[in-house]
Nanobody
């Protein structure tokens, strides 16, 4: 299983970024996938999750209404559209997955819920 993120970068406050995660080596349709971010000195924070097989999406309260997680089953890609960015959104964003359906927002409560990780992509908002 390999997850490769792209799309990070530097953006001004109020700007937008679109992160992408290419998944290979697995049947993505049976995976719960999520974006988790890490700020130095702070615990990892689950941002958004979705079941690739279809169904609901889940968001942390801090990003609800600003971020949109989407799956693209045709090419095993997960995206995160981030709008109205603030400096608090700065961090390393990881694409993650686990081989089961999503359990809901509780999946975002701990990064230990996901056992496949990408290398991360940096997002900086200033």
């Amino acid at each position: 299983v390999q997850l490769v993120e792209s799309g990070g970068g530097s953006v001004l406050v109020g700007g937008s970024l679109n992160l992408s995660c290419a998944a290979t080596g697995m049947s993505a349709s049976s995976m719960c996938m999520a974006w988790i971010r890490q700020v130095p000195g702070k615990e990892r924070e689950g941002v958004a999750a979705t079941y690739i097989g279809g169904g609901s999406t889940y968001y942390a309260d801090s990003v609800k209404g600003r971020f949109t997680i989407s799956r693209h089953n045709a090419n095993n890609t997960l995206t995160l559209q981030m709008d109205n960015l603030t400096p608090e959104d700065t961090g390393m964003y990881y694409c993650t997955a686990v081989r089961r359906s999503c359990a809901g927002t509780q999946d975002l409560a701990s990064s230990k819920n996901f056992n496949y990780w990408g290398q991360g992509t940096q997002v900086t908002v200033s």
